[in-house]
């Protein structure tokens, strides 16, 4: 079992910047992948980055050179820091953890609460 807080979220102007962090706590060390979705009014949960245990990251095209994803050695935290910020990345933004290390894997993971940023002058 695995369990997520997120933290971090609020109100801030365009252009503005927001770290987000997710403590994890449990089998940590049974996850291969951290990852951040968000999702909006209307729309469906997108993925917004992630990153694995071997380091490598992927990030959604329309926050690449804006969001970076990174985490502490034990895992125990992971962070979202938001740079550039614009209106339509309002939105809740979800932690997720994924045990699986290869494509074919369909394990659902584990979820966090969610934590609301709003972007807005």
């Known amino acids: 079992q695995v369990q997520l807080v997120e933290s971090g979220g609020g109100l801030v102007q365009p252009g503005g910047s927001l770290r987000l962090s997710c403590a994890t706590s449990?089998?940590?060390?049974?996850?291969?992948?951290m990852g951040w979705y968000r999702q909006a009014p209307g729309k469906q949960r997108e993925l917004v980055a992630r990153?694995?245990?071997?380091?490598?990251?992927n990030y959604a095209e329309s926050v690449k050179g804006r969001f970076t994803i990174s985490t502490t050695n034990a895992w125990n935290t992971v962070y979202l820091r938001m740079n550039s910020l614009k209106p339509e990345d309002t939105a809740v933004y979800y932690c997720?953890?994924?045990?699986?290390?290869?494509?074919?894997?369909?394990?659902?993971?584990?979820w966090g609460q969610g934590t609301q940023v709003t972007v807005s002058s």
């Open positions: 990153i694995t245990r071997l380091g490598s990251t």
């Open positions: 997720n953890a994924d045990p699986c290390s290869r494509d074919v894997c369909t394990h659902p993971g584990y």
């Open positions: 449990g089998s940590i060390s049974s996850i291969y992948a």
